[in-house]
């Protein structure tokens, strides 16, 4: 990947490997990262230390981005601690305060992400699974908020940030990206709350323009994610949507609470290959995804080994995807699961490991399975058409 010469090193504010850097080390880490930008091209090299990251680090719009580490286990970017609150009891609509309790790091005038129906969601119909509401003032016992509830919500509801950042995120017209040799930690902790982030609190999330019914307006291009540890997200490790020619290897991507490698909306073409994956919701998912390729991983106690399934409607989604050579060992569901609606997908040389349901499931027909050993399944070693 070509870069410009030109190398932007953050040095300045770094005091030992132990060093614990805050809000004026992530606007330095932006500023070189902008400057990069403005440039048409550079480097961003971090030294070591343990930089706490609270507004995400963003690429909008760059090319030719190099941003690296110098000691891929003593560079970490860590998200700060999360936002969330769970309800005491259950509060009707029109209610302007919310009962909590286990409320940590809410403000007035965040917007919260209440975990209980909403909104009828113009694309399926069906009740939204979350609704919005602004924080006017925090207790230690209860929000007011900003204007009364527009839905019920339920006691013991979870409530958190509807504008947590990602860690990473990579935007716009950007191309030729690369993010190496970093430990990139979500922040989470066994007395956090099983939040799933989705497209929220992720590593590294890419994403294009698109729409679910109209499809890309835009992709992003040619990134590529490289010798890096992902872990401790509540959202995804790796996120791609509307993304084009791009990889993630050689990565140890661990501990998620939502997928460690996720393809999705109209992610044509890109790689996952020798990544190390271990407990994670699911290791990696396909979803509207076409022309990818996941080869060589190790993935290893995961609850789903790799889920590839549709959302959009749009003809040829989900097709012409290869998943070679990889190893499931010790799901606690299904090794593989294609669903429906997909086609032409090739399954080949995978070595499926004590699966705690089935090896692999297809509930489509026109898939090609070759070469694929079983051990310890527990259910069937293939299942479906």
Same mark, same amino acid.
């Given at each position: ?63 030719? *981005? $190099?941003?690296?580490?110098? =000691? @891929? ?5 860590? +998200?700060?601690?999360?936002?969330? %609150?769970? /309800? ?46 602004? *924080? $006017?003032?925090?207790?230690? =016992? @209860? ?5 009364? +509830?527009?839905?019920?919500?339920? %006691?013991? /509801? ?52 698109? =729409? ?6 835009? +992709? ?166």
């Amino acid at each position: 990947m070509p870069f410009l010469s030109r190398s932007r090193v953050l040095l300045a504010l770094l005091l030992g490997s132990a060093s614990v850097l805050h809000a004026q080390s992530e606007a330095a880490i932006q500023q070189f990262i902008n400057e990069a930008i403005q440039a048409g091209g550079g480097s961003v090299v971090i030294p070591p230390g343990t930089y706490v990251i609270e507004k995400g680090l963003v690429l909008k719009d760059a090319k030719k *981005i $190099k941003l690296t580490g110098l =000691d @891929r286990e003593r560079t970490i970017l860590k +998200l700060a601690p999360i936002a969330f %609150a769970e /309800t005491g009891m259950d509060t009707p609509a029109g209610a302007s305060e919310l009962p909590v309790r286990k409320s940590q790091n809410l403000r007035p005038g965040m917007q919260l992400h209440i975990e209980s129906p909403g909104d009828l969601d113009s694309f399926t119909k069906k009740p939204k699974p979350h609704h919005l509401a602004v *924080i $006017k003032s925090v207790a230690a =016992d @209860r929000l007011e908020l900003a204007a009364p +509830l527009k839905h019920p919500v339920p %006691a013991g /509801t979870q409530l958190r940030h509807a504008d947590a950042p990602n860690l990473i995120e990579i935007r716009g017209a950007s191309e030729q990206i690369l993010i190496e040799n970093l430990t990139i930690d979500g922040g989470r902790t066994a007395a956090d709350p099983p939040v799933r982030g989705h497209a929220q609190l992720c590593g590294i999330f890419a994403t294009g323009m698109y =729409d679910y019914e109209k499809g890309p307006a835009s +992709l992003v291009k040619g990134v590529t994610i490289s010798r890096c540890i992902i872990q401790n997200c509540f959202g995804r490790g790796v996120a791609f949507y509307a993304v084009e020619a791009s990889t993630v290897e050689r990565c140890t991507i661990m501990d998620t609470n939502d997928e460690a490698i996720d393809f999705d909306h109209f992610t044509v073409g890109s790689i996952a290959r020798h990544n190390h994956i271990a407990r994670s919701l699911t290791g990696i998912e396909l979803n509207d995804a076409t022309e990818c390729q996941i080869s060589g991983n190790d993935i290893r106690s995961c609850g789903t080994g790799l889920n590839l399934w549709r959302w959009c409607r749009q003809p040829g989604l989900n097709e012409r995807n290869r998943i070679l050579d990889n190893l499931f060992a010790s799901t606690t569901g299904n090794a593989i699961q294609i669903g429906k609606d997909t086609g032409a997908n090739v399954i080949v040389d995978n070595h499926i490991d004590q699966a705690g349901k089935n090896g692999i499931v297809l509930n489509s027909p026109g898939q090609t399975l070759e070469k694929n050993r079983f051990e310890g399944v527990k259910l069937k070693e293939v299942t479906g058409p």
